[in-house]
Every structure is written in structure tokens, then in C-alpha cells.
């Protein structure tokens, strides 16, 4: 495992830049995700979208949060996600599924797949670039069937930790 390649991708759960990650940074890119599409926090699919978040942040703080002061680190981050990899990429992966969950009920509505363009969406919203996010999205659709299920979010979630850009 790249130790390198996971602390990359640390940037992108610290919404805020302040140099960890904590709470609030799942909570600021639900609320992004929520105004990206039009949908209030207090609806079903918000308050499961905010739900989806707290039960990222436990996940990883659970993994990561080595001195249980409520926020990871670089290094923590570092430290959890090689351990967590090297014991099962998709176990990685499930933490994320109830957020992952909760950003394609938003994006998706009417509950009919995951469009290309709502996945490019989410990831430019969350802090991907859009050279990044528009292939990323165009490759989710793994069967070709037009649509993203939510398992393919989740295997491409684990994937984006363990494959090279």
C-alpha cells in the first residue's frame, strides 16, 4: 500500500483545510451536497444524507482517531486507512456506504440510478477536480447500463484508496 497515495487523498475529507479531519467536515459536504440539488436538510432524504455523515465520521474517527481527541490527523488518517486496507479494502469502503447512500437518494430522487452527470456531481461538489470527476463518473457505470448502483459507488470508493490515479 502506498502510504502516500492515502495521504493524498486526506485533503479531500478535510473539507475546511484545516488540517484534520473531524465532524464538521462530513457535515459541511453534506450540507454542499444538499444545496447542489436543491434539497432541504429536513426532508427524508437530507436527514439521511446528515445520518449518512455522522456514521462516515464514527467510522473513521473508530479507525483513525488514535487519541480519541475527535479528529484525525494526516498521520492518523495515514495510519488508519493503510491498517484498514490491509485488512479488507471493501471493509474500508462499507464505512463510507451510509453517506455514499444518503449523496445518491439526494442526487437521484426519484430513486431510478445514478446519472453519470449526478455522480460527477457529487465528486466536484466533495472536492474532486472535473477533468478527475468527469472520468471517474463516466467509468462507475462498470455493467454499461447507463446508471450507477449503489454498489458500484461503494466498489469504486475502495478502489479509489488501493489503485493508482
Not at 484534520?20 to 444524507?49: H, M, N, P, S, W
Not at 462516515?56 to 493503510?82: H, K, P, S, Y
Amino acid at each position: 500500500m502506498d502510504e502516500r497515495r492515502i495521504a493524498a487523498r486526506f485533503a479531500g475529507f478535510d473539507q475546511d483545510g484545516n488540517g484534520y479531519i473531524d465532524r464538521e467536515d462530513f457535515y459541511v459536504a453534506a450540507k454542499a451536497l444538499l444545496a447542489e440539488f436543491g434539497t432541504t436538510a429536513r426532508c427524508d432524504r437530507g436527514q439521511a444524507l446528515y445520518a449518512g455523515a455522522e456514521a462516515f465520521w464514527q467510522g473513521m474517527a473508530g479507525i483513525a482517531d488514535v487519541d480519541g481527541d475527535q479528529r484525525v490527523t494526516r498521520g492518523e488518517f495515514v495510519t488508519g486507512a493503510v491498517k484498514r486496507l490491509r485488512d479488507s479494502p471493501d471493509r474500508f469502503a462499507e464505512i463510507a456506504r451510509p453517506f455514499l447512500r444518503g449523496a445518491i437518494a439526494v442526487a437521484d430522487p426519484e430513486g431510478a440510478g445514478l446519472s453519470t452527470a449526478a455522480a460527477e456531481r457529487i465528486m466536484r461538489v466533495v472536492g474532486v477536480g472535473p477533468e478527475v470527476a468527469a472520468t471517474a463518473a463516466a467509468a462507475l457505470d462498470a455493467d454499461g447500463d447507463g446508471r450507477i448502483s449503489e454498489d458500484e459507488v461503494v466498489r469504486a470508493f475502495a478502489l479509489y484508496f488501493t489503485v493508482p490515479d
